[in-house]
């Protein structure tokens, strides 16, 4: 009994554990009791210097505040976009902290080149913008070999990337590291070349994707660009690659020690040259079907056709492949077998390419249209002109691109000629360099037309355009011929009319370029002094030549009246380019009056350097011995020269006192020395003294300065002899003239007054005086009659013969009487001035009683102190008479 009441009671006790519990719908269930409250409620913990940030502290950190090495890391991220956030942190970084490259550049690069081949397109253009603007720039400096070679395989790994847009990426990325790096190309030229053809061959998206396909192409041109395209650049080059591979290849030994041999880019070209004709013709249908030539194809078609003429370019004259006779030279290396590439190649361009000459259009098309046509006919012409140095080309083809390079010298092209003349100018630059060797080689009639569209091209350029400068170039190969090139045929008279238009548009050249394009102007004088050299083997030349000195009139400097001078573009010019001007003037076989005279007042300029001055001089002189130039023009130019030269400042005491290189007085000096060193050389002095004299005293007549009338005495001087060779009339005048001279002279000689600058003044004086010294002592006559002069001089009352302007008063005869006396003191202290002076005694008495009489003269109002002075005068005069000799001077 006791077992069932124990029983009951637990049954009682578990049903309270399950008991049911009425729900009312709608109400919310309370928590259970056993549950556990998960609210905390605390205050801020603060941990100093715990935080994340301060662990980058000091670090370069983008504007995320991520550094460097996290950077790196998150271009690594599955997703593009955490991708291309990197590489634009690594820019921005990079942008602030500049030094972070340099110091980090190889591990930056290790990560960089993971991205190159990115299945994303955006991260990939992301990672080539950082590389065009940051990185290769900031890497400039450096030693860009290893951090290039870097790069090079994944380069290569994206090229062969089953998507195409990866493939043209990657030519893209090649592209930016030639043109930072351009050795790269002929290091790793075979693999470039052969997936360049590998993609052009996939034809599939030549249509679809012209933008991608543009940038390889233009990829291509720039490595091809690199090519040499003669012996010279072949050697060179080839040797610069030798020098430069160990460097570039420091990190990877296993890699070949040689550079690409120029007899693999030959193989590798040969096979590029069809993939890259029949990828032009692929564009050739769609471009006859549209209305117009859109952009992109324009510059696919504009890419390929530049990457076949460079690559015709190196095989004709980088391989000298060209033809015999013409421009014949020899291999700069043992290279495969050429005449494969006859064989090859040569048909291909032929058929495939030159046959499609010309591109034109089957509708009417705009003018833009009709200029990108215009554009791809000339690279096609420059093409057929390169390889016609390989072989001759038919006959028929060859006048086809004669049509055409005559029409576009000439601007018959439709096209062209309502684009305007810029755009012609501009695209004819490609064209000009064959003249020369064309018209050498065609016949007759089309010599006779290509030289007449070549003149007019000539001709209608602006003259600071590029077409002139490279048709000055063009016309120095055909005037003066160069590397084997024949010269024309001057015995024909249209040859020679072609001929005497080029020759007579310089002098008009060089005028209407003025100062204001120096580089042009000194292109010009080059090609003149080219032809002036010439001239001497070429009497047709040599005749032009000397006809068109009467243009040059403007370009030195034209006097339309007295002391009125315009000066031309020579002055301003630069000293190399005056110095070809100035050689020109040699080659003159007769140099008239004019030009001299022209040259002569350039010398008169200020703003002409010394020693442009002193060249002139010298060449001038060297084509006066040379038969150039007659003696009485000759010597008109010395005479034109020293007596107009202005000297400054006309005080001749003046500059002794202030700053000396305020005056050209000393130019002026090694002027007038070096013209008399020149007239010691010109011949018989006697005759050249004749023709002096008559033009000295002619000039003197118009009273110049002291310093030009004293250069001129000296003329005369270094071809006087002893006696004097002047005539009497000469002397008579130049005694009445030269009182004068020496009295302006003396006059302007201060006081003395114990200072070191009276013995200064006293040396600058005898300068002045040493020329009429040296005519006294060749004349006794001379003396006399300059004494006599000055005797009359001091009671005359009006102006001395010298200065006309001067109006003279009671001082004036006092200052005068002053310098008459230091004058003769002056040749009293030369010795052989002195014996002749005591044969003229009765004529320095005259002058002692002149000065007495005017002393007592009462028509003169003189003050006391003014008579004390003459008095004074008197008794210096009369203290250096009593100690003359009596004896008669010995002549």
């Not at 020098?243 to 020690?257: N, T, W």
């Not at 700069?332 to 040569?346: A, K």
């Given at each position: 009994m006791v077992r069932n009441k124990a029983s009951s009671k637990k049954q009682q006790k578990r049903g309270v554990d399950f008991k049911k519990i009425k729900r009312k719908i709608g109400r919310k269930l309370p928590p259970p009791k056993n549950a556990t409250n998960t609210e905390i409620k605390s205050k801020a913990?603060?941990?100093?210097?715990?935080?994340?940030?301060?662990?980058?502290?000091?670090?370069?950190?983008?504007?995320?505040?991520?550094?460097?090495?996290?950077?790196?890391?998150?271009?690594?991220?599955?997703?593009?976009?955490?991708?291309?956030?990197?590489?634009?942190?690594?820019?921005?970084?990079?942008?602030?902290?500049?030094?972070?490259?340099?110091?980090?550049?190889?591990?930056?690069?290790?990560?960089?080149r993971e991205r190159i081949g990115d299945n994303d397109r955006v991260v990939r253009e992301t990672l080539y913008q950082l590389l065009k603007s940051v990185v290769f720039p900031g890497c400039k400096e450096d030693n860009q070999g290893p951090f290039i070679s870097m790069m090079m395989a994944y380069i290569f790994n994206a090229m062969t990337h089953l998507a195409v847009d990866v493939r043209l990426m990657a030519f893209k990325f090649f592209d930016l590291v030639v043109q930072h790096y351009p050795p790269s190309f002929s290091l790793y030229a075979e693999k470039i070349l052969q997936n360049y053809e590998d993609i052009l061959q996939k034809n599939q998206f030549y249509l679809q994707d012209k933008g991608k396909l543009k940038n390889a192409l233009a990829g291509l041109v720039r490595c091809l660009t690199l090519l040499p395209c003669n012996t010279r650049e072949?050697?060179?080059?080839?040797?610069?690659?030798?020098?430069?591979?160990?460097?570039?290849?420091?990190?990877?030994?296993?890699?070949?020690?040689?550079?690409?041999?120029?007899d693999l880019i030959i193989k590798k070209l040969r096979d590029l040259m069809p993939v890259l004709i029949n990828c032009f013709h692929e564009f050739i249908p769609l471009v006859h079907a549209t209305m117009h030539l859109d952009a992109q194809s324009f510059d696919c078609m504009l890419y390929i056709l530049q990457s076949?003429?460079?690559?015709?370019?190196?095989?004709?004259?980088?391989?000298?492949?060209?033809?015999?006779?013409?421009?014949?030279?020899?291999?700069?290396?043992?290279?495969?077998?050429?005449?494969?590439?006859?064989?090859?190649?040569?048909?291909?361009?032929?058929k495939k390419l030159l046959v499609v000459f010309p591109l034109n259009p089957r509708h009417d098309v705009s003018e833009k249209d009709g200029d990108r046509y215009f554009i791809l006919n000339v690279v096609i012409t420059e093409i057929f002109l390169h390889f016609s140095e390989w072989s001759y080309p038919p006959p028929d083809l060859l006048a086809i691109f004669l049509e055409f390079i005559e029409n576009a010298l000439s601007g018959k092209t439709s096209s062209v000629a309502e684009s305007g003349k810029a755009f012609r100018e501009k695209h004819l630059l490609s064209l000009l360099p064959f003249i020369p060797k064309l018209v050498s080689r065609v016949s007759r009639n089309w010599r006779l037309r290509i030289l007449q569209a070549f003149t007019k091209a000539f001709k209608d350029s602006n003259p600071e355009s590029s077409v002139k400068l490279a048709c000055l170039s063009i016309i120095e190969e055909m005037l003066v011929p160069r590397h084997g090139i024949p010269s024309l045929d001057a015995s024909d008279p249209e040859i020679l009319g072609h001929h005497t238009t080029w020759i007579r548009e310089l002098p008009l050249l060089l005028i209407m370029l003025g100062d204001k394009h120096p580089?042009?102007?000194?292109?010009?004088?080059?090609?003149?002094?080219?032809?002036?050299?010439?001239?001497?083997?070429?009497?047709?030349?040599?005749?032009?030549?000397?006809?068109?000195?009467?243009?040059?009139?403007?370009?030195?400097?034209?006097?339309?009246?007295?002391?009125?001078?315009?000066?031309?573009?020579?002055?301003?010019?630069?000293?190399?380019?005056?110095?070809?001007?100035?050689?020109?003037?040699?080659?003159?076989?007769?140099?008239?009056?004019?030009?001299?005279?022209?040259?002569?007042?350039?010398?008169?300029?200020?703003?002409?350097?010394?020693?442009?001055?002193?060249?002139?001089?010298?060449?001038?002189?060297s084509a006066y011995k040379a038969g150039h130039i007659q003696i009485a023009d000759h010597i008109s130019f010395f005479i034109t020269l020293l007596s107009r030269f202005r000297v400054f400042p006309e005080e001749i005491y003046t500059v002794m006192e202030g700053d000396r290189m305020m005056s050209n007085r000393g130019i002026f000096k090694s002027v007038t020395s070096v013209v008399s060193s020149c007239l010691l050389q010109m011949g018989e002095d006697s005759l050249v003294f004749q023709i002096l004299e008559e033009v000295i005293l002619d000039q003197m007549s118009l009273r110049p300065p002291i310093d030009n009338i004293c250069a001129m005495l000296r003329m005369l001087l270094i071809l006087d002899s002893r006696p004097t060779r002047l005539s009497d009339q000469s002397v008579i005048y130049l005694s009445s003239f030269l009182s004068g001279y020496l009295i302006d002279v003396a006059s302007g000689i201060p006081e003395d007054d114990g200072k070191s600058t009276?013995?200064?003044?006293?040396?600058?004086?005898?300068?002045?005086?040493?020329?009429?010294?040296?005519?006294?002592?060749?004349?006794?006559?001379?003396?006399?009659?300059?004494?006599?002069?000055?005797?009359?001089?001091?009671?005359?009352?009006?102006s001395s013969p010298f200065s006309p302007n001067c109006i003279l008063n009671a001082t004036d005869h006092t200052n005068r009487i002053r310098a008459i006396v230091e004058i003769l003191i002056l040749m009293h202290k030369d010795v052989k001035i002195q014996r002749i002076l005591s044969s003229c005694k009765s004529e320095i008495d005259h002058i002692l009683q002149n000065m007495l009489s005017l002393q007592a003269s009462k028509g003169m109002n003189m003050s006391?102190?003014?008579?004390?002075?003459?008095?004074?005068?008197?008794d210096r005069l009369k203290c250096i008479t009593s100690t003359l000799p009596s004896v008669p001077p010995i002549i």
């Open positions: 913990i603060i941990l100093p210097e715990q935080s994340v940030a301060s662990e980058k502290a000091g670090l370069a950190v983008s504007k995320k505040g991520l550094t460097l090495k996290e950077l790196l890391q998150q271009t690594s991220h599955h997703n593009p976009k955490v991708r291309k956030d990197a590489l634009i942190g690594i820019r921005d970084l990079f942008l602030k902290y500049p030094t972070e490259l340099k110091l980090h550049k190889y591990a930056v690069m290790e990560k960089l072949v050697v060179s080059s080839f040797e610069e690659n030798l020098a430069g591979q160990s460097v570039l290849h420091a990190f990877e030994p296993d890699l070949p020690k040689d550079p690409a041999g120029f076949i003429d460079l690559a015709v370019r190196f095989f004709v004259y980088g391989t000298g492949k060209s033809q015999p006779g013409l421009c014949s030279s020899i291999h700069p290396y043992e290279g495969p077998d050429m005449t494969m590439w006859d064989q090859d190649v040569s048909p291909v361009v032929l580089s042009y102007s000194k292109v010009v004088l080059h090609l003149q002094l080219r032809l002036g050299q010439c001239a001497l083997l070429n009497s047709a030349v040599a005749q032009e030549y000397d006809n068109i000195q009467y243009s040059l009139l403007e370009f030195y400097c034209t006097c339309l009246e007295e002391r009125s001078m315009f000066y031309g573009p020579f002055i301003k010019l630069a000293r190399d380019s005056q110095e070809l001007s100035v050689c020109c003037l040699y080659y003159f076989s007769h140099l008239d009056s004019p030009l001299l005279k022209s040259i002569a007042f350039c010398c008169l300029c200020d703003d002409l350097e010394p020693f442009m001055l002193f060249r002139i001089i010298e060449v001038l002189h009276s013995s200064i003044h006293v040396n600058t004086c005898h300068y002045y005086f040493l020329p009429c010294f040296l005519l006294f002592t060749r004349s006794e006559k001379f003396l006399k009659l300059t004494l006599d002069v000055m005797g009359s001089l001091i009671t005359k009352n009006g006391i102190e003014e008579r004390h002075n003459i008095q004074c005068a008197f």
